[in-house]
């Protein structure tokens, strides 16, 4: 099997170098890369081609259109069999690869997804982020999960397709805005065969404060009604959940002002969901620091997703603006 990893990079020179870097580590080495620059103002030319002499790397620069568009742009000049897409902000393990393509020819799958989990050079903030994109107690838990609610859906940050899907398939055909949960979808309706590779894990920095963090998230809850736009039977109820959370502490706040007695069972059940994230982030970090920083970072996806979930809810499925 040779590999074409695609990776679209925007004004990120330091993380494409960090990412680099972990591919030269690689124990499987039947691999191109191919990095595709989308209209950056501070480019990484001169450090992707630093590495010339360790990989087969490809730099190419291109107008900004979007991470989708820009795959595509990657797909169409890959000379793999099997394309890989990973996001910048990404270190690789060095056995990534073998386990890949070890997987792929024990069970072989059109598409597949890998999760992601914390680097230990992370910083407690990253880790606790981390945490909260893959705690059962957020919507995170349905990420790179072997028991994930319906169809399994790989997300771009950590994702591969064979040649023969392009072929078919094609590439994505939005750029933003869920773009890579259309492409699932759309890979599923023609009959390929997706699945979970649960040990080709990646180690994703996401975003390095909660007010970017904050910021991905409100993104990430626009993009779900993006896809129902696509494909209304997508549209779950377990995506409701980050919105009908947000409202559940709107609604406490209001009934503390008030001094309404049901702010008191509000309450109990508030500080029961604290506790119950600040332990189990303690359990799995270890750390006391991490698991209070848990807690923020899981109030910070749930609201943040819930409302931008909202924002395009009201503003695109009741009153149908564009």
Known sequence: MFFSIIIPLYNRPQEIKELLDTLTLQTYKQFEVLVIEDGSVN??????????????????KKPNEGQGFTRNFGFERAKGNYFIIFDSDCLIPANYLEIVNNSLANNYLDAYGGPDGAHESFTPTQKAISYSMTSPFTTGGIRGNKKAIGQFHPRSFNMGVSRQVWKKAGGFIITRLGEDIEYSIRIHSLGFKIGLIPDAIVYHKR?????????????FGRARINIYKFFPEQLKLVHFFPAAFTLFILLTIIFNILRWQIATLCNFMLVFIILLIFFHAWWKNKSAKIAFLSIIAA????????LGFMQDFWKRVIFNRS
């Open 43 to 60: 480019d990484a030319e001169t450090i992707v081609n630093s590495f010339t002499n360790r990989l087969e790397v490809h730099y190419f």
């Open 207 to 219: 975003r390095t404060n909660f007010l970017q963090f904050y910021k991905q998230l409100h993104f």
């Open 299 to 306: 109030f910070t996806q749930l609201i943040a997703y819930g």
